[in-house]
């Protein structure tokens, strides 16, 4: 190879070299662009069956596994009315709850306290919560406690496919005054924590 040959082939090495720079650095400004606009959809991370065994209230179960797993369970999408906060040591009242607390938490009950569920574990949260979807038979048991207005729909951490569908449930059972919206100065679940500072409702 002559010195001019070996001159012209580090030119093109180095334009390549140069050129693919230029493409990374162009891809990394542009991708943030581009995956914005692409939504993201909340699948399970796992499936599994249990038996309730507590209702919390209108938003939080403890499941157990046929394996005897015990499980704390947020329902995803969901934020109902807060019940009373009682010490269990004193049986003092620690924090008020919300209008409509006891019944959002009555309904829950009622539906599925010592049911076998399916429950779609789509995320844990801070409190190490399993925070998913809860199944009786085919009913969406997270869908009717908003459609009878004994949740509202969390849409700070609500996400496709689940977005649009709990929202017009929520919209419905607002136009018809159920639950928590006959009340004329609904306060938000999660205003209500903020302001009084109740630990554990996301």
Request: aromatic letters at 10%; proline letters at 5%; a positive charge.
């Amino acid at each position: 190879m002559t010195q001019k040959t070996q001159r012209l082939y580090c030119i093109i090495m180095h334009s390549k070299t140069f050129f693919h720079k230029i493409f990374i650095l162009l891809f990394l400004i542009a991708a943030p662009t581009i995956f914005i606009n692409i939504p993201f959809s909340q699948a399970a991370i796992r499936t599994v069956t249990g038996t309730v065994t507590k209702v919390s209230d209108g938003d939080t179960i403890h499941l157990t596994t046929p394996e005897q797993t015990k499980l704390r369970v947020r329902l995803y999408g969901i934020d109902a009315p807060e019940t009373p906060k009682i010490n269990a040591h004193s049986g003092q009242l620690n924090k008020p709850g919300q209008p409509h607390g006891e019944e959002s938490w009555k309904s829950l009950e009622s539906k599925i306290m010592g049911k076998q569920v399916r429950l779609d574990i789509l995320d844990i949260d801070k409190y190490r919560r399993m925070v998913g979807m809860i199944y009786l038979d085919n009913r969406n048991i997270n869908l009717e406690m908003i459609r009878e207005g004994y949740a509202e729909a969390f849409v700070e951490y609500l996400k496709p496919p689940y977005r649009t569908q709990f929202l017009e449930a929520e919209r419905v059972a607002k136009s018809e005054k159920r639950g928590v919206w006959s009340l004329p100065d609904y306060e938000r679940p999660r205003t209500f924590r903020k302001r009084l500072k109740v630990r554990g409702g996301e």
